[in-house]
């Protein structure tokens, strides 16, 4: 498992890393946006947008009970149906699967919500999004490649920051600031 102890560029796009979209981009969705991507391979790129929140949380969207159904839940993208997912660092919880070598999990939701009821996990532990960004297959690398999409490691506090102030370019400009 890696662990990004500061913001780190990258040559290229893998599980686990997060992509940042060109300054001017001009889907409004996209535009200043931080992805984390979940899924890079032959059958494309599927990532979240971190910093989109919506108005509701986990409890209203999808009936999740507990203190952990108070969370935000955030626009992952503009693809997808009806799913919800939720990423996390927490390494032994059941039913969870690591992405990449990022130490970030994806899944696990029935014991996250018993851990956070017994006081074993926090709620802001744990990240709810619905729909995701997707790249066809190569189609991210090229943009890569050209410059158009960073790559980036980032810090688990980064990535999990639940952030509901209505600023979402916020983590961009982070990112972006000079080091």
Same mark, same amino acid.
């Given at each position: 498992?890696?662990?990004?102890?500061?913001?780190?560029?990258?040559?290229?796009?893998?599980?686990?890393?997060?992509?940042?979209?060109?300054?001017?981009?001009?889907?409004? @969705?996209?535009?200043?946006?931080?992805?984390?991507?979940?899924?890079?391979?032959? /059958?494309?790129?599927?990532?979240?947008?971190?910093?989109?929140?919506?108005?509701?949380?986990?409890?209203?969207?999808? !009936?999740?009970?507990?203190? +952990?159904?108070?969370?935000?839940?955030?626009?992952?993208?503009?693809? !997808?149906?009806?799913?919800? #997912?939720? +990423?996390?660092?927490?390494?032994?919880?059941?039913?969870?699967?690591?992405?990449?070598?990022? !130490?970030?999990?994806?899944?696990? $939701?029935?014991?996250?919500?018993?851990?956070?009821? +017994?006081?074993?996990?926090?709620?802001?532990? @744990?990240?709810? @999004?619905?729909?995701?960004?997707?790249?066809?297959?190569?189609?991210?690398?090229?943009?890569?490649?050209? /410059?158009?999409?960073? *790559?980036? %490691? #980032?810090?688990? %506090?980064?990535? $999990?920051?639940?952030?509901?102030?209505?600023? *979402?370019?916020?983590?961009?400009?982070? +990112?972006?600031? *000079?080091?």
């Amino acid at each position: 498992m890696f662990l990004a102890l500061a913001i780190t560029r990258l040559a290229s796009v893998r599980e686990g890393c997060a992509v940042t979209a060109p300054p001017k981009e001009f889907n409004h @969705f996209l535009r200043k946006a931080t992805v984390f991507v979940i899924e890079h391979g032959d /059958g494309g790129t599927v990532g979240v947008n971190l910093m989109k929140p919506t108005m509701l949380t986990i409890g209203e969207a999808a !009936g999740v009970q507990g203190a +952990i159904g108070e969370n935000t839940l955030y626009e992952g993208g503009e693809a !997808g149906g009806r799913g919800v #997912l939720m +990423i996390h660092a927490v390494q032994d919880l059941e039913g969870a699967k690591q992405i990449g070598d990022s !130490g970030i999990f994806v899944g696990g $939701l029935k014991a996250a919500v018993e851990r956070v009821a +017994i006081g074993r996990n926090h709620p802001s532990d @744990f990240k709810f @999004f619905f729909n995701y960004v997707k790249w066809p297959k190569g189609q991210l690398d090229q943009d890569v490649q050209s /410059g158009r999409w960073t *790559p980036f %490691d #980032l810090p688990h %506090d980064l990535i $999990l920051h639940q952030d509901d102030d209505g600023r *979402p370019t916020d983590l961009w400009n982070k +990112i972006h600031r *000079p080091q």
